[in-house]
């Protein structure tokens, strides 16, 4: 019977726990909305707000170094290439890590820079999350998960990078890249279509 | 497959293992599709229904797979994250491939996302229709390429193949494996219209039933989890909440409310919605639903998870006599009834014996005393119930399953009984006294004047020793008032005390009553000596029931307990004159108590909570209750009768006795054919908890009969449930009208 009354509680307790960040959740993100602000530091020390970069476009993307489906895009090329050519068209990637301390993804800011290094990214930021804060805000659920905010401040698209869910490198050139079509619409004036997608990959290791 | 082996150390969880495991997720997309051999966390095999096909033929192909523990896949919709497995068929030209029936899901809870999927050994099933010109006398080739996400904390994809050959001679038979993952899958042929919109931050789904999915009973029991095929519709962590419809919009109609999520679901159109429900320590259950928009669809504002049991629609289930639907004016007449009734049953006679002592010493008191009287006793039962009561809300509060007599199945309390039965047999038989009062005014002392404390003991007493006993109609009752706000509960619980309590109060009340009663004299003192033996037997029988709780070590401790006790007593009486002799006589006396209560408290915690059964074997045949013994005997053909019962339920054992374990109904069980199952609730069991909160009962016993499957429809008739009290004719009638 102590058993039963340990487990009821712990699921009042970890209801409880779970009621904040779904309550989060409801003002969080919405496409065709304002896209919440928030302020993170990122690996050298600087902070940043998304409010700095009002007037541009932003492209945020949910980062683990050690997850499959994220190491598909770095170790392809590909997620370089579109961080490069993003920043050749005056759009700011940001690139958020919300792993918590002691989960898979969480890295110190040094940690973080050798892998920004090794791995030739090219973000203009890599923003640190261990709390999780942004990544509830923007109710992120998988590494990468991309979002698109607009030169108003509008959140234009939230989901998947691309069309095929899955892990192998080969399917990178198959696939529909739903952020360079969303970006390309956003510069010619067109409608985002789709602008919400289911986004795939690994789960956000939140604490 | 060599993986297993290194990767079932994984769930160990230890700091270097995971990290090990992490790596490996770094390492192994750059590895894997290489075409090299990492460990994995899945197996895959193919099984075709058999491998001796005709050409045209549809056959059942199977994909199993095997988790290590601790790794799970996903369901066709994953959640917040996760993947499906995908599966890439290579067959002979022309073969027709059935899309995938995907089990019910479990739900993976990790941080604020929520995950559905399977974990263990699942079976994905398809059909495959053989094309035309499928050779039978050669080999034909099936193949497929499977990738498979597979996740603990963290994720790994795999890539796996399996294949089967048909018409190689070989003759395989996967169909019985196929028949069981087949048998539990979601029902998708429910009679049911259902309609969607949203509403505010809800995304709800109004469910009509043309036909009542049988297994779906009583709601109540259930966690429902609405479950949309499609990403984005609702919040994947939310709960779902379930209403019955309003009694006057339709009979038999559900309405499910789930916290919306961001997907416009009308830019889906039709969505395909999978309805999970689990009753506690069951296995989950699913039906599908394809619901259309429905823009007027609205959440009725009226109605609440309160209301939800007044509004079952009627017969659900297929029960007769549905206690739920009862209301609180039936409650409480019959719990006053069962109350009352309960004077007379067999666990409350000893306490019955002492009152009707004291019945007759009052008529020698004045009208106002006698009243006192009365008003005492009164106090004390419905003090005890409230207490009960009490614990019971709390109990049910915390989620725990507990129902009537469920202090019984404490061990502890059970030996606790027993010697205040044996004392109390001890001091009727004059072996010593209280206070030189007697039994009767036993506890007076605290109380003051006139023994009404021990009035109000009595009646303490008479509730304790009553609660193995569940008197006809109280069942119903009880099970009504647990499924009410604590409120309720506590109204009908004091009802059935004071039911227990009106005989006395009567005689207490009217003076006439009590003339009829005979006069005091001489008589009493033996009368009171014989009531010592009525009490002792229930102490006796309070024992039995505790060696089944316990071992045959805790029994022989509680006996030599008893004797001590006895002993005890005897050296209070006879101490030595001498103070200090006294002193330490009395000292060593206590000494070897206190042990003794230790060591019995000890062998009674140490006991396995196994139910050892409370019959002897050989009169009949029949099987234990478990959810897979009642489920498969319900999936058969041939009729069914429950029996729940307990080693305390003297009620039980009446029944057994009297209509069960008897040569009329024993024949009568051997001409249907019927398959009996009995469960033991002498111990805690939840899934007989569940079993009797399904029929809106939480004691023992009830009696349940399901009629056999009739050939022509394949329809079982409603189930009967027996009333509380049986005879072999009732028994006769149950089984032959269910026929």
Known sequence: MFKTLKKTMMTFLAAGLLAVPAMAGAQAAAVGEAAPDFTLTDTHGNEHSLSDFAGQVVVLEWFNHECPFVVKFYDSGKMQELQRSAAEDGIVWLTVVSSAPGTQGYTSADEANEIIANWESAEAARLLDPEGTAGRLYDARTTPHMYIIDTEGTLVYNGAIDSIASANQDDIEKADNYVVNALEALAAGAPIEPNQTRPYGCSVKYN | ?739
């Open chain 2, 1 to 739: 497959m060599a993986g297993r082996k290194t990767a079932r150390l994984i769930p160990r969880s230890s700091g270097l293992l995971i990290a090990l495991a992490v790596l490996l997720a770094f390492i192994v997309p750059a590895s894997a599709y290489a075409g090299e051999e990492p460990p994995f966390y899945v197996s895959v095999e193919a099984l075709p229904e058999r491998t001796d096909v005709a050409a045209g033929e549809e056959i059942r192909v199977g994909l199993r797979f095997r988790m290590v523990e601790g790794w799970h896949i996903y369901w066709k919709n994953a959640g917040d994250s996760g993947e499906p497995p995908k599966m890439d068929w290579h067959v002979p030209a022309g073969t027709v491939i059935g899309s995938v029936s995907w089990p019910v899901p479990s739900l993976y809870i990790i941080g604020p996302l929520t995950n559905f999927g399977y974990e263990g050994d699942i079976i994905l099933t398809r059909t495959m229709t053989m094309p035309d010109d499928l050779p039978s006398d050669a080999p034909s080739d099936f193949h497929v390429a499977i990738d498979v996400l597979v996740c603990a904390d963290i994720c790994i994809p795999e890539k796996h193949s399996a294949s089967f050959t048909l018409n190689d001679g070989t003759n395989t038979d996967h169909s019985a494996a196929l028949d069981a993952a087949v048998a539990t899958l979601p029902a998708r042929d429910v009679a049911a219209q259902a309609r969607y919109n949203i509403s505010g931050d809800d995304f709800i789904l109004d469910i009509e039933f043309h036909e009542y999915p049988n297994d779906l009973g009583n709601i109540e029991l259930y966690d429902f989890d609405m479950l949309p095929v499609d990403w984005g519709v609702t919040e994947n962590s939310a709960s779902t909440r379930v209403f019955t419809r309003p009694a006057e919009v339709a009979s038999s109609g559900l309405l499910f409310a789930k916290k919306r999520d961001n997907r416009d679901p009308a830019s889906i159109g039709d969505l395909e919605i999978l309805l999970r429900y689990q009753a506690a320590g069951q296995d989950a259950k699913a039906f599908y639903v394809t619901a259309v928009l429905d823009p007027a669809l609205e959440a009725s504002p009226a109605l609440s998870a309160d209301d939800v049991a007044d509004l079952l629609p009627d017969g659900v289930g297929g029960i007769v006599s549905s206690p739920v639907n009862m209301t609180l004016m039936t409650a409480l007449v019959f719990a006053l009834l069962g109350g009352v009734i309960l004077n007379l049953m067999p666990c409350v006679f000893p306490v019955l014996s002492m009152k009707a002592l004291k019945l007759c010493k009052m008529n020698d008191q004045s009208e106002a005393r006698a009243r006192l009287h009365g008003l005492a006793y009164m106090a004390g039962i419905l003090l005890s119930f409230a207490v009960l009561a009490g614990a019971l809300i709390v109990l049910q509060i915390a989620g725990a399953q507990a129902g009537w007599g469920f202090q019984l199945q404490n061990p502890v309390i059970v030996l606790f009984l027993t010697y205040l039965l044996f004392l109390i047999g001890l001091n009727l038989a004059g072996f010593f006294e209280i206070g030189g009062g007697g039994i009767a005014n036993l506890g007076g002392n605290l109380a003051g004047r006139d023994g009404l404390g021990g009035s109000f003991f009595t009646g303490v007493l008479a509730t304790i020793v009553a609660t193995p006993c569940t008197a006809p109609f109280m069942g119903a009752a009880m099970g009504f008032a647990m499924t009410q706000p604590p409120a309720v509960t506590m109204t009908v619980f004091l009802a059935l005390g004071l039911g227990l309590a009106l005989p006395y109060l009567a005689l207490a009340f009217v003076p006439p009553l009590r003339a009829a009663l005979p006069k005091p004299g001489p008589w009493m003192e033996k009368f009171k000596q014989f009531l010592a033996f009525p009490m002792l037997a229930a102490a006796a029988w309070l024992l039995w029931v505790y060696s089944l709780q316990t071992s045959d070590i805790a029994l022989f401790y509680a006996v030599i307990g008893l004797v001590l006790t006895a002993f005890a007593i005897w050296v209070f009486r006879h101490s030595p004159h001498g103070r200090k002799a006294r002193l330490i006589v009395r000292v060593l006396v206590a000494l070897a108590l206190a042990g003794m209560i230790y060591v019995m408290i000890h062998e009674s915690r140490m006991a396995a909570p196994v139910s050892r059964t409370a019959e002897s074997a050989g009169a009949y045949e029949w099987t234990d209750f478990s959810n897979a013994s009642y489920e498969a005997s319900i999936a058969g053909d041939r009729p069914v009768f429950v029996n729940m019962t307990a080693a305390w339920c003297i009620t039980c054992k009446a029944n057994e006795r009297v209509a069960i374990d008897v040569d009329r109904t024993r024949s009568l069980f051997r001409a249907l054919d019927v398959h009996y199952i009995k469960g033991d609730w002498t111990n805690q069991n939840p899934s007989i908890t569940a079993y009797l909160k399904r029929y809106g009962r939480n004691g023992v016993p009830i009696y349940v009969y399901y009629g056999a499957r009739d050939p022509a429809t394949g329809e079982r008739p409603d189930a009967v449930m027996l009333p509380q009290l049986l005879t072999p004719g009732i028994v006769a009638a149950a089984l032959e009208g269910g026929e």
